[in-house]
């Protein structure tokens, strides 16, 4: 069974949806069972191994995947609230890793192109040297260590840009502010790559069947090798870009209904609280060669997104 942690949240919700999809037997758990408390997360495997509420037979029972979509997420407001961040995206992960170990789970744990100074000019690759920026980076990049100090038996996905149907983020954003506003300064001197949550989730979905369907081939066996991956849609963009093709597809599809005009703007014009990475291209090689994937484009994965009948701006 696998056990899902974060599964109300934005990329949580859609893992779920995917897990249930595949018929992949999961339980879900979200705050109630803080990961900031090592007996809470202790607790709940030992009961939920034990309780016979679940429909799941009782070999199905034992949690051989954890999946952690649970994180302290607000960019911004991680610079006052320090201890909370470090505690959920530092601490909670550490947590998390020991249970799994005690166990012999296998841990998929989510993180960041923010553990990236955002200096570079090419793909961020797996190995590259990590220097955070701010505290939500620099709560992430701990968090990643804590899981590879814990433990062997991982896989952490790097991501960037998400956006998916249950949470806030840019697209709903944009789409509402499109809608209330005649114009909108957007900056044009980020690059990065849009992600839809749906297609990430379809990549956890994936690493976790290879891996349980791999077979022992000359005594080496085809599962992934565990370790660090990148994954985003396909493609380059900026801020604006982004948010310009979130106009077009948005009128297109009737989600905005009124004229926006989509000025760009410089991070500096802009005046942000949070130094943010300048350059946030992830390199995605590894987990297409090793899942043997091709990955969308970001603009038509944001027209999938867009035309869906589950896009719902709050
Ligand atoms: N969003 C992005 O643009 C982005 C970009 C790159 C990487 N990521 C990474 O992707 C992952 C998923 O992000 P997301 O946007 O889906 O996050 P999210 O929507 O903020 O979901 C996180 C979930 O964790 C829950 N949570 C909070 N405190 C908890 C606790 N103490 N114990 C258990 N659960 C708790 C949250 O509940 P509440 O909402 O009630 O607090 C929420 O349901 C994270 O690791 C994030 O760092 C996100």
């Known amino acids: 069974m696998v056990w899902l942690i974060g599964c109300k949240g934005m990329l949580g919700t859609e893992v779920a949806k995917q897990l249930e999809e595949a018929h992949i037997p999961f339980v879900g758990t979200d705050k109630e069972v803080d990961i900031t408390n090592p007996h809470a997360l202790e607790d709940f495997e030992a009961n939920v191994e034990r309780e016979s509420y679940l429909q799941y037979d009782s070999a199905d029972r034992h949690i051989r995947w954890i999946i952690n979509c649970s994180a302290y997420t607000n960019v911004d407001k991680a610079e006052e609230d320090v201890e909370l961040a470090e505690k959920l995206n530092a601490v909670g992960p550490l947590n998390i890793a020991r249970v799994a170990r005690k166990i012999g789970a296998k841990l998929i744990h989510i993180s960041t192109d923010y553990v990236f100074n955002g200096r570079g000019t090419e793909p961020y690759t797996e190995e590259m040297e990590k220097d955070p920026l701010g505290v939500y980076g620099k709560t992430k990049a701990e968090g990643e260590e804590a899981v590879q100090k814990e433990m062997n038996q991982y896989y952490i996905l790097r991501t960037a840009w998400l956006y998916g149907f249950d949470g806030k983020n840019f697209v709903y954003t944009m789409t509402k502010l499109m809608n209330d506003r005649d114009s909108i300064k957007v900056v044009s001197d980020q690059f990065g790559t849009p992600t839809f949550a749906e297609d990430l989730a379809g990549v956890i979905i994936k690493l976790i069947k290879k891996s349980d369907s791999a077979k022992e081939i000359f005594g080496k066996k085809s599962a992934p090798a565990f370790g660090i991956y990148h994954f985003t849609d396909e493609g380059v963009t900026n801020w604006h870009d982004f948010a ?19 000025e760009a703007c410089t991070t500096e014009e802009y005046g942000a609280k949070v130094q943010r990475p300048h350059y946030s291209v992830l390199s995605k090689a590894k987990i297409a060669k090793e899942l043997k994937i091709k990955i969308p484009d970001w603009k038509t994965s944001l027209e999938k997104f867009i035309k869906s009948g589950r896009f719902d701006v709050k």
Do not use: P
């Open 244 to 262: 310009a093709e979130i106009y077009r597809l948005g009128t297109k599809f009737g989600r905005i209904k009124n004229k926006c005009k989509v």
